[in-house]
């Protein structure tokens, strides 16, 4: 008998193991299920990424055309390093097309932006063949990135 009284309070013990443990992984899980009810994931939160940033990726596609490295020479089109309020059409060495040339354009951030949406509307013939950005983000963007080259 004194055996099965033994056997029982081993059990009857485990048993109460078990039902801690069981609930302290769900009062342990309960914290994460609120934050990840809220809507944040403390532990996949993304860093936040510059708008310079952004741009430099963005302008990855410019960079077949252009450089931004100081001294660099022009390529398809000019170099853009110090493009961000400087005129236009006033890099030398760059052959540029006499609508820009002509044009009194300083590049701030409108005309920048108006340029990058869309080239041939803002500057009938010229040369850049880019059909343009027409993502407004993704402009500013590129022009964060544009004003950063000093």
């Known amino acids: 008998m004194k ?7 081993l059990l009857a013990l ?17 914290p994460m ?6 809507g944040v994931n403390t532990a996949e939160a993304a860093p936040t990424v510059a708008p310079e940033e952004r741009g430099r990726k963005l302008f ?14 022009h390529r ?3 170099n853009l ?27 701030d951030d409108a005309s920048l932006n108006a340029f990058i949406e869309s080239p041939q ?3 009938r013939g010229n040369r850049m063949a880019y059909v343009g950005q027409r993502d407004e983000a993704k402009r500013a963007d590129i022009i964060a990135y544009l004003k ?3």
């Open 121 to 123: 509307t803002l500057v």
């Open 148 to 150: 950063s080259l000093k």
């Open 3 to 9: 055996m099965y009284l033994s056997l029982f309070a």
């Open 33 to 38: 299920a609120a934050s990840t009810e809220a």
């Open 76 to 78: 398809v089109g000019p």
């Open 81 to 107: 390093h110090g493009i961000a309020g400087a005129k236009a059409a006033a890099a030398d060495g760059f052959a540029y097309s006499k609508s820009l040339k002509e044009s009194s354009i300083v590049w």
């Open 60 to 73: 990855n596609e410019c960079a077949v055309c252009h450089s931004v490295r100081a001294g660099d020479p």
């Open 14 to 30: 485990a048993g109460c193991g078990e039902k801690a443990e069981v609930s302290k992984s769900t009062e342990a899980s309960k």
